[in-house]
């Protein structure tokens, strides 16, 4: 995570010429008067009123350059290099923040489960009531320009973000939990994979919510479905309570909380279900060549009975949780 560093290039102004230094910031200031108005604590910041175009070069037109051999498939890209805010500010309150629309999967990103840094990760079949609090952090300059998780270019200067879980892309609500401020995002990216971190916010998505002059702070992110968007598709191994009366003979309903390639990630998740009282069980299973750890309640006699015990530990803090079918 990136952190704020005062200017080494300020010098104190010598005596002489302080009079006309300080004549100088007063008008200065009578000027930024007329400029951009402040958001009130709590709006929207899309209810803010725009100011004049920022002077000076685009900091958002610098162009990097990027080489895959400076990632590693299941690694961090570049991890030794800092990463860092433009050389100039961009002027935020100009850049439109995405309106939610429906738009279909990409067929790069929504891989599942897939692993990074020894860690397995399950994509949310669907956005819909995905709510979570946590800590946000955002990312910049390092990685402008370089292709997201699902193939779009990264661009420091637009309100996207990455997420670890929701699906690409995504359009959520970002409320910053200390000054009320509020955003909106689109998710075309996946991380960040820190501990206790729930949403990387762009440069610009993290300078307008107020993150950015901080580093980090406590956030609410909420998934926004835009109207007309239709429901993930359901897969052949998944169900829903309008689909019991299909279910064959023998068939059996269990609830998925999480498919991991590291047992000891699957153990903690299910010592996490045994402590809140659920009869979590881990099955070991081959897919793909790969060993993956299944974690799983059930099985359930009734479609009606597992659904419950999905929402259940959807309301604990497990929102990715889904009912399968095994026969």
Request: hydrophobic content about 40%.
């Amino acid at each position: 995570m990136p952190t704020l560093r005062t200017c080494d290039r300020c010098r104190p102004a010598p005596l002489a010429g302080l009079l006309l230094i300080l004549l100088l910031a007063a008008l200065a200031s009578g000027c930024a008067s007329r400029g951009k108005p402040v958001a009130a604590p709590g709006a929207p910041l899309s209810a803010t009123v725009p100011g004049p175009p920022a002077a000076g070069p685009d900091p958002c037109a610098v162009v990097y350059e990027h080489s895959d051999a400076d990632y590693t498939p299941g690694g961090l890209y570049r991890p030794g290099q800092a990463d860092h805010a433009p050389g100039g500010q961009p002027d935020w309150q100009r850049i439109a923040q995405p309106e939610p629309k429906p738009e279909p999967r990409s067929a790069y990103g929504n891989r599942s489960p897939y692993t990074v840094l020894g860690r397995s990760y399950q994509v949310l079949a669907d956005a819909r009531g995905y709510r979570e609090r946590g800590i946000a952090s955002w990312y910049g300059a390092k990685f402008h320009g370089r292709a997201t998780s699902s193939m779009e270019p990264y661009d420091m200067c637009l309100f996207s973000a990455a997420h670890k879980t929701l699906p690409l892309p995504s359009y959520a609500r970002v409320r910053h939990l200390g000054n009320g401020r509020s955003i909106i995002v689109r998710v075309n990216d996946r991380g960040p994979f820190h501990e206790g971190r729930v949403i990387d916010l762009s440069y610009v998505a993290a300078l307008a919510l107020g993150v950015y002059q901080t580093g980090t702070a406590m956030v609410e992110v909420e998934a926004i479905v835009p109207p007309g968007q239709a429901p993930a598709a359901v897969t052949a191994s998944t169900t829903s309570a309008a689909a019991g009366s299909a279910l064959g003979a023998g068939a059996r309903l269990y609830v998925q909380v999480g498919a991991f390639s590291d047992r000891g990630n699957a153990r903690n998740l299910h010592q996490q279900l045994r402590r809140q009282g659920e009869p979590a069980r881990i099955v070991r299973v081959r897919s793909g060549g790969q060993r993956l750890y299944r974690v799983r309640l059930g099985p359930y006699p009734a479609t009606a009975l597992a659904e419950a015990a999905r929402e259940r530990v959807r309301r604990i803090g497990f929102p990715a949780a889904t009912i399968v079918i095994v026969d």
